[in-house]
């Protein structure tokens, strides 16, 4: 596996003949093999500790394999053709404080000093990680960068360690750095003057949220399984009712869905609050936060998303892209820790934003049942609350 800006290898003759022409604009995927030095540990889950009466201890549910396959599928699936490889880069002090406080990088750069640290629960920085975090930052910068320069419209930052649970001033969540973060306030210095993040990931991205809370030029909107806080590094609930602060009241919109709510119950999601949000807000920029812990089979999550429904939400954020962005979209890769699912899961996300016509793999794995019904009462409480409590969301 090469870090490189080439492209991949070409598919067998009789998978070209089969696959539909590729798009005049390509899918730049922006990758680094140096983010696989991460290496969170093991433990029972993620906790890092041994009990010592188990044989056979997880892999931290972070770990290197997840992104390999993600690669893997890209470079050799039937998307391939769709995609062009870029390498990244790692990010600089300057460009971090564009989003982090001074005191937080110095704490990062001690730990990595001192060989391995345990930053909050599930969350180790061990040697290696400071530079895959350094990696992931700067590659989602230069992805990011690629848009901004006019070098096309849809990017993927194909990063880890994720970032959407890192604050200004904390880790959280296996997260050092807020990659999305800081490509969302490059694009703010860059002339953007609104910016939209639509987070997919199964957990609240309450980082990106701490980041931008207090601001009307940013609008952080986060469907996620509803599960509250979860200690000292998560204050935050991510419940409908933290919408910001100040200016930027009304400016944080949190969808936290019931468990099981599944692909026909995401889609409405989309359809009752993402779109009329976005339509409001008008953006200049979509970032999309992409977790496949979403899915069906997902150790970390419960929603029961299948490919169906990923291919599904990447369409509908090519339309809404389309129709106020002039069809840009950057992708930041978080969450997924079924070491194949997460894959399979993430191909149809990009056949979905491609807009393809037609699914180019079949999923390979039984779904469970989804309760819609129920996620569309609660979507639809959800909307009356916005009217009711955000300004710029009272006639949706």
């Known amino acids: ?30 990758w680094h093999e140096g983010m696989l030095a991460h290496d969170a540990g093991r433990g029972v889950f993620d906790s890092g500790r041994d009990p010592g009466f188990l044989d056979v201890l997880d892999q931290h549910p972070e ?24 390498s990244g880069s790692p990010a600089h002090a300057a460009e971090l404080q564009s989003f ?9 750069v001690q730990a990595n000093a001192a060989g391995a640290k345990k930053l909050c629960e599930g969350t180790f920085l061990n040697p290696g990680s400071w530079g895959a975090a350094l990696l992931a930052a700067g590659t989602t910068l230069s992805a990011m960068k690629h848009i901004l ?12 360690p994720p970032g959407h649970h890192a604050q200004p001033d904390r880790a959280d969540g ?22 939209a993040v639509i987070d997919i990931d199964v957990h609240y991205g309450n980082g990106t949220a701490e980041g931008f809370y207090r601001r009307d030029d940013v609008l952080t909107i986060s469907l996620h399984m509803k599960h509250g806080t979860w200690g000292p590094s998560h204050p935050q609930s991510g419940s409908v009712d933290e919408i910001g602060e100040g200016k ?19 889609e409405y999601a989309m359809n009752e609050l993402v779109v009329p949000a976005i339509d409001k807000f008008q953006p200049q920029l979509l970032v999309f936060v992409v977790g496949q812990d979403s899915s069906a089979f997902d150790p970390n999550g419960r929603q029961c998303l299948t490919m169906d429904g ?29 070491i194949s699912y997460s894959a399979y899961c993430l191909h149809a996300t990009i056949e979905g934003v491609l807009d393809l016509q037609a699914p180019l793999l079949d999923d390979p794995i039984a779904y469970y049942p989804e309760d819609e019904q129920y996620t569309m009462k609660v979507v639809d409480m959800i909307k009356n609350c916005w009217k009711e409590s955000v300004p710029f969301l009272k006639d949706i």
Request: aromatic share 8%; glycine share 12%; proline share 8%.
């Open 149 to 160: 320069d006019g070098h096309g419209n849809l990017s993927y930052a194909l990063v880890r």
């Open 248 to 266: 930027g009241l009304g400016y944080n919109l949190n969808i936290p869905l019931p468990n099981g709510s599944g692909d026909a119950g995401y």
């Open 174 to 195: 296996y997260c050092f750095l807020n990659n999305a973060g800081l490509a969302v306030q490059l694009a703010r210095d860059s002339g953007r003057t609104k910016v």
């Open 1 to 30: 596996m090469d870090s490189g800006s080439s492209s991949p290898p070409p598919p067998p003759a009789a998978q070209a003949e089969e696959a539909p022409s590729p798009p005049g604009d390509k899918l730049a995927v922006f």
């Open 100 to 108: 982090h406080s001074a005191e937080y990088i110095e704490e990062l």
């Open 63 to 86: 770990n290197a394999d997840r992104v390999r396959n993600m690669v893997s599928i890209l470079r050799r699936g039937p998307i391939a053709p769709f995609l062009s490889w870029h």
């Open 310 to 338: 990923y291919r599904k939400i990447g369409q509908i954020m090519r339309t809404m892209a389309n129709r106020h962005c002039n069809g840009q979209i950057l992708i930041v890769q978080e969450g997924g820790y079924h």
